[in-house]
Nanobody
Framework: QLQLAESGGGLVQAGGSLRLSCAAS????????MGWFRRAPGKEREFAAA????????YYADSVKGRFTISRDNAKNTVYLRMQSLKPEDTAVYYC?????????????????WGQGTQVTVSS
């Protein structure tokens, strides 16, 4: 079972930037498409971004498109989420997920493994 661990969250002012990392425990990391999701207080977990197994394909939610960039380094078993022009509404716990089917789906039920999450707080 792939184990994931997020890091890089924190408190940032509106307009600022953060880079989240998600490190995977297994050498099979490159067999998984990866996604970033977030859950704001009182809301459902929502899709933010996904990346294909090779990193050649990406997909973003409209709410983050143009501000967030997902990338991966298969040699380091790590996926990243670069977040820029942050807004207070980006405040949430951010989770990375691994999708063995490789489909870059927006449906969290299709993901096989999750990290514990990292808190991102954007102050106005």
């Amino acid at each position: 079972q792939l184990q994931l661990a997020e890091s890089g969250g924190g408190l940032v002012q509106a307009g600022g930037s953060l880079r989240l990392s998600c490190a995977a425990s297994s050498r099979t990391f490159s067999l998984y498409a990866m996604g970033w999701f977030r859950r704001a207080p009182g809301k459902e977990r929502e899709f933010a971004a996904a990346i294909s197994r090779s990193g050649g394909g990406t997909y973003y939610a409209d709410s983050v498109k143009g501000r967030f960039t997902i990338s991966r380094d298969n040699a380091k078993n790590t996926v990243y989420l670069r977040m820029q022009s942050l807004k207070p509404e980006d405040t949430a716990v951010y989770y990375c997920g691994a999708d063995r089917s490789g489909g870059m789906t927006t449906d969290p039920k299709k993901y096989n493994a999750w990290g514990q999450g990292t808190q991102v707080t954007v102050s106005s």
